[in-house]
Structures are given as C-alpha cells and as structure tokens.
C-alpha cells in the first residue's frame, strides 16, 4: 500500500525554501505592492507614490518579489509627461500570481510541521491571515480568477449555495443572494443559474456538486461525476466549463486562523 503522507518535515530543504517563500510575503509593504499590481502594471515611480516608500526599499522589496516568482518585470513606456513619453521597467503580477500564492500556502498548511518547526508554523499563520486582510478575502467563499468578472469574491453562506449564469429569459436570475452566485452572461460555458452548473454543500465538511451541466466541472483540473458530492478543500481549484467561456474560482477556507 503506498504512503501518501507528506513528509516534508524529512526535506529540510523544503523547508528553507519555503521559509524563504513566506519572508517575500511576510511583509505589509509587499502586500500593499502585490494588491496595487493586481489592478494594473505599475511603474516604480507610481509604486512609491501608493506605498509611500522610498525608492531605494521599493526596488529591495521588488526584487524579492520577482525572485519568488510573484512578480514580472517588463520593459514598457511611461505615462506622458512634460518632456514627453520614455521607456521604463513596469512590474506585474505574475499570470496566476495569486491562484499561486492561495494555492501555494493551503499546500503549505497541509506540511505537518512538528514542534520543532513552530517558528515556521507561526510565520505561515501570520501571512495567511495578513494576506487575506490586505486582499479582502472572506473566508469560506470563492474567488473568481477569469472573464469580466475576475477579482470578484463570492461569500459562501447556509447550507447550500448554487452556481450558474445569468437567464436571460428570467429576470429575477440577476440576482445575487446568500444561497446563490450568479455570474455574468459572457460565462456561456456555464449552465444557467435557473438550472444551476452546480451546487456547492456545506454540512460537516464543503462538497461540490456538478448539477448535471453540459460543460461539465473540475477540481484540480479533474473532471467530477455529476450529481454526485465532492469534497473541496481551501485552495482548490474549481472550473466551471471548458474553453475561453469558463469560470474558474480558488476555494477559500482558511482553517489555519
């Protein structure tokens, strides 16, 4: 029989680069700078301005978040100014830089960390909890990472909360309530809320249901039987459809706080 367990507490290795990890998010400046990048590319002239930090411990801060992966650095133009339009170096989050990073630390809360490694049991709480702060994150809910509607954090609350797209031809399916989310039109390959995609369960543990859609739902990039339960944990990756017209949330359920 094979042994699944993690035993990352065996990899010391692991665990410094995952100490290193934390101690690039491990920063309320560096949070700031992530929240900012995930509205638009930024110049470090305009970085400065919305953390009020000078150039020097920008660039320092920047250059640990590139070396973790969290951020890109492009060449591109500046805004126009008196002396007219010149190159500069703008910065980015890193395409799936967040589905990253709440992927990433609900991997990390799986580690069984013994007494001996308190210290970075402790630092991992502490980012968890700064991060979801800085970024707005409700715990459980679900954060859509696709489509016009990317960013956009849905609550999840009660006993059962269904999941489908707008109908058209059903005026009363525009609206958002607390046992469903309903998305825009332009997610076609997800079923219509009328007939929800799927179910999302919340009894002892939270379960999801594919609700016998067209499209079909993933977790993980795995495909779920339909009309049957299937238990979802915080930072899992769940994908409505298939194709450009998908929806694509990160479950969040941060135990850890």
């Not at 411990?57 to 890109?72: W, Y």
């Not at 100014?81 to 991997?107: C, F, Q, R």
């Amino acid at each position: 029989m094979t042994n699944n367990t993690i035993q990352a507490k065996r990899d010391p290795e692991y665990l410094i680069e995952m100490s290193e990890y934390l101690n690039a998010l491990a920063n309320p400046t560096r949070l700031q700078i992530l929240a900012a990048l995930e509205v638009k590319p930024l110049e470090l002239k305009e970085i400065t301005t919305i953390t009020k930090t000078s150039y020097e411990n920008i660039r320092k801060h920047l250059d640990k978040l590139v070396l973790a992966g969290l951020v890109r650095k492009d060449a591109g133009m500046s805004s126009e100014t008196m002396t007219g339009v010149h190159p500069v170096w703008k910065y980015s989050l890193a395409p799936g830089g967040m589905e990253a990073i709440i992927t990433n630390l609900s991997m990390f809360s799986k580690v069984p960390l013994t007494i001996t490694h308190t210290e970075l049991a402790d630092q991992l709480k502490t980012v968890r909890s700064e991060l979801a702060g800085q970024f707005g994150q409700k715990s459980p809910g679900l954060y859509l990472t696709t489509g016009p509607e990317e960013k956009n954090i849905y609550p999840l609350e009660g006993e059962k909360t269904a999941i489908g797209r707008i109908d058209p031809v059903d005026p009363a399916s525009s609206q958002q309530s607390s046992s469903r989310i309903v998305l825009s039109a332009e997610y076609r390959s997800v079923s219509r809320v009328s007939r929800p995609h799927c179910i999302i369960w919340h009894t002892d543990k939270w379960e999801i249901e594919d609700y016998g859609s067209t499209s079909g739902t993933f977790v993980n990039t795995e495909p779920i039987a339909p009309r049957t339960r299937h238990e979802i944990r915080d930072g899992d990756i769940i994908i409505l459809g298939t194709g450009n017209f998908s929806a694509r949330f990160l479950f969040l359920n941060d135990t850890t706080q």
